[in-house]
């Protein structure tokens, strides 16, 4: 059992990254307008966020110096600073939408209008930021969140033509309704969506807080090839299910009750109950998230006190932040505006950002000064190298597409 | 570095700027922001023969701003950490001392009693 808890870290950081409440959206958008063409891109975006992830982790361990302290060293004060407002401001939208995302699973799940539901939200977020321990709030969201697995359940459930869905899969064709700009958007959204910046900043501070040292560094590999991989399966998964029972009807997706009549018309009421708890475990996990990234990325770029491994009163500046974050994004979802909408976008911009905190930590991973004999191996840097270009080109490929696509309208 | 007999080149842009500090019982303090050195006069010529300045002094402050935009804040603005009290040079810099004796930290001890000591449970351990 201890085994298995130990690999919530992994799980709820993927959670956060794969199947918040933008990605459910988004995955089934995706899955309704292009059925299974752009499943190609999970794969590739599941690897880089495996390769980035436990790279930082293993800085993380052996250093003990978390992803945003040595953005600051590596890059310096100035593209550091660029670095820190994109990230922060990325990850500020999709806090605020992720508490949003709590109100709107909650609506589903009461028939209470989210409004009302986003200051008990927001308030629970703090409450559990404040004063529940690291250890039981990731494993908690975690393993609850892991309830969306019926996603993957309702996929069998739907009889689908599996060679129809095969087909699409292995041999992806832009739709002739959709244009190729449009296929090439959602490919950098999907892409984004895999390896958004907060994942490697939750996770690697993560690590911090539990306390890993070089000797867990089997446990970080075992956390980032779980949890990433089977976040990569659900939201295929959520696509699949979309491709299936929108797709041939044409049906566009735009909210998240669409999502759950997905799992419903397959598995029932009982589907449905699982799809509810998990939707709330994963939006409230990606919340806390997005929550702690934020008092996170601030503490350690400005050299603050940080971490709930501490009294609050002795990381207090990192505490406000989270705070005033946390007002700020209930203050955003009261303009009416869509979270949806918002994460959509965030996750566009964080493909952007990307290369400004992906650089620093394949840098110092293969730092002896940090890592001792624990550098980067052949392989790792291989891949890491490989990835670097392929972040770049998404990274500047991502605005002339969103411009031409009209943000994949 | 005059303590150790094994001497260390430290490049001071490398190892010292943006450098995270840690107190002695390694609670994060500062990024270092600036370094204070002694004995050079400003604009004059140095002699030949003058004796190679040292570092006094760490340096932090609202700097940020000011590295983007060009232009330095008011020495008054930047805190000191006396270049006595630190112990090591590694990939974090070491003080010898404890974070909350040092004026730097004021911004944290007074969002620490003002704010977050006030919110009930602030006190408490992280179970």
């Keep these: ?409 | 570095m005059t303590r150790r007999k094994r001497t260390i080149l430290i490049d001071a842009e490398l190892h010292l700027l943006d450098r995270q500090v840690l107190d002695v019982d390694e609670v994060p303090i500062i990024v270092v922001s600036e370094v204070e050195l002694s004995d050079i006069e400003f604009d004059k010529p140095i002699p030949p023969n003058a004796s190679a300045p040292t570092i006094t002094a760490l340096l932090s402050g609202p700097v940020l701003v000011t590295r983007i935009f060009g232009g330095k804040p008011p020495r008054s603005r930047l805190h000191t950490i006396d270049w006595k009290v630190v112990s090591k040079i590694g990939i974090v810099i070491s003080l010898r001392v404890k974070g909350s004796t040092l004026d730097v930290t004021w911004g944290e001890r007074w969002i620490s009693e003002h704010v977050i000591q006030r919110i009930p449970g602030g006190k408490n351990d992280p179970h």
């Design chain 1, 1 to 409: 059992m201890k085994k298995i808890l130990g690999l919530a870290l992994g799980i709820l950081t993927a959670i956060g990254g794969f199947v918040d409440i933008g990605d459910m959206v988004t995955n089934a958008v995706v899955g309704s307008r292009f059925g299974l063409a752009l499943a190609w891109v999970v794969p590739i975006g599941v690897i880089g966020i495996c390769v980035f992830a436990q790279m930082s982790g293993r800085v993380a361990a052996v250093s003990g110096r978390a992803t945003f302290e040595i953005i600051r060293e590596r890059l310096g004060a100035r593209a550091g600073i660029a670095n820190l407002a994109a990230s922060f401001l990325i990850n500020l939208l999709t806090l605020a939408a992720e508490i949003g995302g709590v109100a709107l699973a909650l609506q589903l799940a009461s028939s209470i209008a989210p409004a009302l539901w986003i200051p008990v939200a927001g308030f629970a977020v703090w409450l559990v930021v404040w004063r529940v321990k690291f250890s039981i709030l990731e494993n908690v969201t975690g393993m609850v969140g892991l309830t969306l697995i019926v996603f993957a359940v309702a996929v069998f459930l739907l009889h689908p033509n599996w060679s129809d869905l095969l087909t699409q899969t292995l041999h992806p064709r832009v739709p002739r309704s959709e244009a190729p700009a449009t296929y090439w958007y959602y490919a950098i959204g999907l892409f984004g969506a895999a390896m958004t910046p907060y994942e490697v900043f939750f996770f690697s501070s993560g690590a911090v807080e539990e306390k890993w040292s070089a000797k867990d560094l089997g446990q970080s590999r075992v956390n980032v090839l779980v949890g990433f991989p089977l976040g990569g399966a659900l939201s295929i998964a959520i696509a699949a299910c979309a491709a299936i029972v929108l797709l041939p009807g044409g049906i566009k997706v735009t909210s998240l009750s669409q999502v759950v009549m997905l799992v419903a018309s397959a598995g029932g009421k009982l589907a449905v109950a699982f799809v509810l708890v998990g939707i709330v475990a994963a939006t409230f996990g990606a919340a806390l998230e997005t929550t702690l990234s934020s008092g996170y990325t601030l503490a350690q770029f400005l050299g603050w006190s940080w971490g709930k491994f501490r009294r609050p009163a002795e990381a207090a500046r990192f505490h406000l932040t989270m705070i005033v974050c946390l007002i700020i994004g209930m203050g955003v979802l009261a303009t009416g505006v869509d979270p949806i909408a918002v994460t959509e976008f965030s996750v566009v911009f964080s493909a952007i950002a990307l290369p400004l905190t992906y650089l620093p930590i394949l840098i110092v991973a293969n730092d002896p000064q940090y890592m001792g004999k624990y550098v980067n191996g052949r392989i790792t840097n291989g891949f890491g190298v490989i990835y670097l270009v392929i972040i770049l080109v998404a990274s500047i490929a991502a605005i002339p597409l969103m411009i031409i696509s009209g943000a994949g309208a």
